[in-house]
């Protein structure tokens, strides 16, 4: 087991990938898995996988592999989605309205509990999908932020606003943000940001597309 | 330079990261930048900048830095994002209808051509945000494939669809799957895929913020 700090980040993201490979065993009712099948459709080789898991401690039985309810549980409570958390939502318009209706959310364990917009003319609506919410305005987030123990927020404004709301977001006392605008946000380094940039993928695709025949 | 193959998959991730902030300073009328003016943000040495765009070609030129307009042009064509690719959609359900209304994409340079949807009672149904698409059978998809020359795909059905949407993708003629599903696609390596797993963003900030104290 290796100190959280010195994990290598990839490592981690993979943590992310084995654990969607062991619910899709899970949910297909296979009780246990070698290293090696965990990796192969991953691409990778049993020693990364062992390597790997390794750094966050000892899972596996020898002769048995990694049992997947009890592997599931495991790398749940490394990633701290074991529990459900709250979050919130910046930005009430289309991408925020398409992210609201995504179930993958609650699934994974976190709660929309509340919307922020800084269109103030917006407060008081509801939000399809999320009936137990409506708009707010932006200063009314570090009172739902403090109330509902909120740590993460999901910003889903236009690139032009984006900074500007991610400063409100900290001020207000979050401490992670999954940003879907395309701008590297400025925040302190003590602050997690995530940042799902659809051009990036669209680029590495182009990328890899532009590099083979046809 | 160095053949493209042996490129690192990071230094080509980064290479859009570089292009992100080529275009923000572009925006706001800069016209050379250091490698350390544009590393400082992402967080990243000259160094590390330098060696990056080396394996790309030469850009810069001594004392002036690079020119943001001449490296943004370059980066593009790099990347085989600089001229328009046709692209299609397969799944008209919300996530599909989501992305169908992100403008994102023209502004990157990928026209949406067709729509595809496994529900043939959807058929002929226009969708909002693509005044010039109806939602087509799976069937119809390799002839606009051919007569569009398309060869990338958007992949946004629920995952339970999304393997056998993505074999239906690849019969059609597609080179490139961008896949919103929250699967591991098994596809033929000479296929291209990004996935966009929201699951695997908002588990890698639980991970960071789980680290932090509070």
Redesign the interface.
Known sequence: MTG??SIPAPA??R???Y???LE?LQFSGVGTVSSKQLGR??GLSDAQVRKDLGYFGQFGHPGVGYRVDGLIQRVRG????DKV?NVVLVGAG??G??LA??R??S??G?EVVGIFDSDSSLAGQPLAGLPTCVIQPMREMAVVVRTKSV??GILAVPAPSAQTAAAEMVAAGL????NFA???L?TDP?I???T?????????????????A?
């Open positions: 959280r700090d981690v993201q943590l992310s990938l654990l969607r490979q899709a459709s991953l490394i990633l701290g989605t958390s289309n991408p309205r398409a209706s995504f993958g959310f699934k994974k976190f740590r993460l401490r992670g943000i999954l395309p701008i590297s400025q003590s997690a940001v995530s799902v940039d659809l051009a990036v993928h669209l680029e590495q695709l182009s990328f890899q597309m532009t590099g083979s046809g």
